[in-house]
């Protein structure tokens, strides 16, 4: 019999995952959750391999270029540093409330986070006094993706607000999207030319950085994560989660309706559906070559507290037909 085309990740975390983000040179996996700790896999021997404790709901991750380091941002506002080869986990600073998203950018070897506190902050995790600059983005930061020097970052009041890491004091652009919900989920395009956004109400807007009038007619949004319940009115779906493929520049979408969308987004079509997890998908994420897929099952509490399916990391073995882009007509 051929390999599985998905397996279950052993010792799933005990409570929300928040993120599953692949190393950029090999098939580690880091995943964090509510449950407090920040737990790295090796996917190809389907094994956790370190598991770091740090005492607070663990919001996001991020690996360092050459993933011998990883940096995360807790519920209680710190920045931790875990080195792999040391197995230990350091402190670079905090926000004043939780760190929503974190981000190693490869070009300058800096981090950015982005905090409930509604700032953006910078570290040099090389330097001593690693914080190096704070920036007042007078919106609550919900995601955050990095291409290059840029830094696309989806805040409250449905606003995107764009950087260049090198000059942080000013965004070089500020839109307000045009979905007309929350933000919830924002990723930039592999080839660096845009990003796309999901929000609260089953809707992915693709949008470019150039703003000449030619490119910018080249923007749309589109309805996803929604179905027709029994009384014939549409339910509409947050989309949590968006992920592109690092070679075909597909994506996939997933949805508090636990479905996972591979689309294409020039040929603006679906390229696949996966059959429907159990609860909500809350993260996405291909590996370096795009023949993984990481899919974090994990109930987001939409409806409030109530029983759930558990959480739970999937890998996805990617074949050719579920991402590669579709024929134009």
Known sequence: AGKPMQVELPQAPRDGITSAVFANESNLLMVTSWDATTRIYDVDANEMIHRFEQGTGILDSSFSLDDTKAFAGGIDGKLRMMDFKEANSAVLGSHSKGIKCVEYCDATGLVITGGWDEMIKVWDPRSKDALSGTYDLK???????????????ATSGRHVKIFDIRKMDTPEQDRLSSLQHQLRVVRCFPDSKGYAVGSCEGRVAIEYFDVSPEIQKMKYAFKCHRKTGADGKQILYPVNALAFHPTYGTFASGGCDGVVNV??????????QYPTYQTSISYLCYNKDGSRLAVAQSYTFEEGERDHPRDAVYIRHVTEQECKNKPRK
Do not use: E, P
């Open 139 to 153: 919106g609550r930061i919900f995601s955050m993706s990095l291409s290059g020097y840029r830094t696309v970052v």
């Open 263 to 272: 689309w294409d987004g020039y040929a603006k079509k679906r390229v696949c």
